[in-house]
């Protein structure tokens, strides 16, 4: 019986150490994940060097300085107001970008007859916040942002649509239940999972690792936001009937067609959906479907030692601005 119970030590020996070595891995990975996402999801200034800021663009609309709470944060942002409004525009930028980063569409918003408004993320520019957090952040800061809208006689009870790119496309679309009173939304460049999202761009940079790692990437994310950190878009936007245009580039090489909004767009229940896939040189990448032509190739083909022409590179579409306004009022239905 001893020499039979000596035989199984080293076996017994081996699962320990296997057991020792799992246990070390699972607590590394975790502690590596915390720090990644601290470092993707820095704070950012929130301006970038082709972008027009509102002192440079100097637009005949003014504009007012607000502040609202954000979880623990206070978020700082403003306000444009149209007169005689036919709605509220809500812009919802992509991570890391600042209250100007959409000012051109505002100005178009604005001239148009709506009022808009955009603020600074957490962790954006004069927000509070230690970090952009993650990509849902945008959805709890859109949130956060329509609670305290309904608090506040600011907008006069306003129709509110919605305007979203990227990070705000997603949160445009998963926050249409929760606030039945949006009566549309533009979903531009959208993801339908961050977690997907983030699980694609790791396996292009560090392939089978990012197999390995991805359930604490998702386990990170759950302890960040909770149970709803991988909600689907796609399912939030068939879960309505509010109306939807999607608008996603053939050539997004920031969001994969497998997981964009844009895939399979005949696949939607939403019979309020109109997606628009954009197949036109320089127009179809992440952050050019709302330029002209001009504009998209410009910033393609400008390089670090070129001058910045703001004027060319910030040059709208007029077509597609004009495709918003019209989609936006249709929403509206007819006039009283």
């Not at 320990?16 to 950012?44: D, G």
């Not at 408004?117 to 004069?126: E, I, L, P």
């Not at 926050?175 to 993801?191: M, N, Q, R, T």
Request: negative net charge.
């Amino acid at each position: 019986m001893k020499a039979a119970a000596r035989k199984t030590h080293p076996v017994r020996r081996a699962l320990c150490i296997l057991l020792c070595a799992l246990i070390l891995y699972c607590a590394l990975s975790m502690l590596a994940t915390a720090v990644v996402f601290r470092v993707i999801f820095a704070r950012r200034d929130g301006l970038s060097p082709l972008q027009y800021t509102y002192a440079e663009l100097q637009p005949d609309c003014e504009r007012t300085r607000f502040s609202f709470p954000s979880g623990r944060n206070t978020l700082s942002g403003w306000r444009y107001d149209a007169d005689d409004p036919k709605g509220l525009v809500v812009i919802v930028n992509g991570i890391g970008d600042g209250a100007d980063a959409h000012l051109m569409e505002i100005v178009a918003f604005v001239h148009a007859g709506w009022s808009a408004v955009t603020w600074n993320a957490t962790g954006v520019g004069d927000s509070e916040g230690r970090g952009v957090i993650g990509l849902q952040q945008i959805r709890e800061d859109l949130s956060a942002f329509l609670d305290y809208r309904k608090q506040s006689d600011a907008w006069n009870g306003l129709p509110v649509v919605l305007y979203g790119h990227s990070a705000g496309a997603y949160a445009a679309a998963t926050e249409l239940a929760a606030h039945p009173e949006i009566k549309a939304a533009v979903c531009i460049s959208g993801f339908d999972r961050p977690v997907a999202h983030m699980y694609a761009h790791a396996k292009t940079r560090v392939g089978l690792l990012a197999d390995l790692e991805y359930p604490f990437l998702y386990l990170e994310s759950a302890l960040l936001f909770g149970k709803n950190a991988d909600d689907s878009a796609r399912d939030a936007i068939d879960a309505v009937t509010t109306p939807v245009l999607i608008v996603g580039g053939d050539s997004d090489d920031l969001v994969p067609y497998e997981n964009s909004l844009i895939r399979d767009s005949e696949a939607y229940g939403n019979t309020n959906v109109r997606c628009i896939e954009i197949t036109s040189a320089y127009r179809n990448e992440h952050s050019t479907p709302w330029l002209s032509v001009g504009a998209a190739r410009y910033r393609a083909e400008l390089t670090d030692a070129d001058p910045v022409d703001k004027a060319l590179a910030n040059e709208l579409d007029p077509a597609f601005t004009e495709m918003l306004l019209q989609f936006y009022e249709a929403a509206l239905g007819p006039s009283e």
